[in-house]
């Protein structure tokens, strides 16, 4: 099967019903590794247990972009090519990238405590990362908002493109902004200033992060196919009736 | 006349005529800066250290005030299904009809700003600098909102939905409009650094809202 088979919902759901349970299944091992592997990954010198923190945090911040930048891709095929699977990889990314962005959030916040001593500061990073969350949920918000799903995607596509020309935009002001606190990040991704006893397991754990995102993005976009299909037959239903 | 000049005459006329609320903005501006110095207290200097922060906070959400009006009128009147089948590009009436909105809600917001800056106690130098990032970043609002207006337009409910979808939007030019007048103030940033990177969201903005705002405009109407 070819890949630009998939395109048509119902092989994509076909395809979705095999995959999501091997998918499922590579996740839950890629997991168990990881988890494996942070917990016997020896603590930081100066941050202590608190580091393995990290092994969330860093995961969170990766997916959450990452699900916008897939978004970004879904827009333009809802825009160019008015495909309904792309409105459904749209619609069934933003939670998913939402929540992954909070959960950034959240465990930076509970790092900030011990090591900042505070849950918030107005950092550069943590700024852009909050209005990150703020744009995905004003874009889950339009989506509940427009009631004909395929009027709702076109309108968010707009907003998701805008957002992604402006996302850098906001995270390089935002850095220009304060610069005060903590000016080198926890993490830089060329870095070699985390030890590779760190720096393995946090690669092994965003890699099953990654996989579980996947995961959830299959299921999530076959829920919603289904529940297109179902919104479908349900006005061929009432019309008729009248 | 050209069409777009026709649309441009035709809504600043209707702004100034009665029912056209063009002068609300700058009221709701003047109540905003007033309520203030009640949440803070009277304290001149503090009030004076950040009068530019609440003055461009109070412009931003004068802005947003009356963003819901650029299209809604028009929508429900028909006009905009008869400005989407006209021959005039859709993307320069876009333009044309925010260059209005912009002289009926920025303008006044630039005019009254220096007024309204001398209840905060800012001296004429701040006041400058405030007038100078007025005139450069209150386009930049009036052009990332007309993205939201043209997304929201056909909502019920779009007006909560629209300040929450444009605001994120908006940190970049509230960041450097309020970094530009405290460095004219208090330094140690020379003034022309945030300033010209003020001008140059203003100017990316005049490019990508018209564009982005007719797409949107056309996904909708069909």
Redo the contacts between chains.
């Keep these: 099967m070819a890949v630009i088979d998939l395109a048509n919902p119902t092989r994509f759901l076909q395809f979705a019903n095999r995959a999501i349970p091997w998918l499922g299944g590579v996740t839950v091992v890629v997991f168990a590794f990881a988890i494996n592997q942070a917990m016997v990954a020896p603590d930081d010198y100066q941050q202590g247990a608190t580091v393995k923190i990290m092994f969330l945090h860093v995961p969170g911040a990766w997916l959450g972009m990452l699900a916008w930048g897939l978004m970004t891709i879904a827009a333009l095929g809802t ?1 160019v090519w008015r495909h309904p699977l792309a409105d459904v990889t749209a619609k069934a990314a933003a939670p998913i990238g939402a929540a992954f962005t909070l959960m950034c959030l959240v465990t930076g916040s509970l790092w900030g405590r011990p090591m900042w001593g505070t849950y918030w500061v107005w950092d550069a990073r943590l700024t852009s990362e909050l ?1 990150l969350f ?2 995905y ?2 874009v889950i ?2 989506w509940r ?2 009631e004909d799903p395929s ?1 709702a995607a ?2 968010v ?3 998701t ?3 992604a ?2 996302l850098p ?2 995270k ?3 850095d ?2 304060n610069t005060l606190h903590q000016p080198a990040s926890v993490f830089r991704l060329a870095a070699p200033t985390i030890d590779p006893s760190i720096l393995i397991p946090l690669l092994i754990m965003t890699a099953a992060f990654t996989l579980l995102f996947a995961t959830l993005l299959l299921a999530a976009m076959r829920n919603e196919i289904l529940r297109r299909r179902v919104r479908a037959l349900r006005l061929m239903q009432a019309s008729a009736v009248s | 006349m050209s069409p777009l000049a026709a649309i441009l005459f035709r809504d600043l006329r209707i702004a100034v005529r009665v029912g056209g609320g063009a002068l609300i903005g700058v009221l709701f501006f003047l109540v905003v800066v007033t309520l203030t110095p009640f949440a803070l207290g009277p304290d001149i200097a503090l009030l004076q250290r950040i009068g530019p922060a609440i003055l461009w906070l109070a412009a931003l959400l004068a802005s947003l005030l009356a963003l819901d009006r650029l299209f809604a009128a028009d929508h429900q009147d028909g006009s905009l299904d008869l400005i989407l089948m006209g021959r005039a590009p859709l993307e320069l009436v876009v333009a044309a009809k925010a260059l209005a909105h912009w002289l009926t809600t920025g303008l006044p917001l630039i005019i009254a700003a220096p007024l309204i800056g001398l209840l905060l106690n800012l001296d004429g130098r701040a006041e400058a600098a405030l007038v100078l990032t007025f005139l450069v970043g209150t386009p930049a609002l009036t052009f990332i909102g007309l993205i939201g207006a043209a997304i929201a337009v056909t909502l019920r409910r779009g007006g909560l939905l629209l300040a929450v979808l444009v605001l994120p939007l908006t940190v970049p030019v509230l960041i450097f409009g309020v970094a530009a007048a405290n460095a004219a103030m208090v330094g140690p940033v020379p003034f022309g650094t945030p300033f010209t990177i003020l001008c140059a969201l203003t100017l990316a903005s005049l490019v990508v809202g018209p564009f982005a705002a007719a797409a949107a405009l056309r996904q909708e109407m069909e």
């Design positions: 825009l209005i703020l744009l949920l004003g918000a339009l908002t427009v009027r076109r309108a596509a707009i907003l493109l805008v957002g020309i402006d935009i906001i390089f002001s935002v220009w902004w």
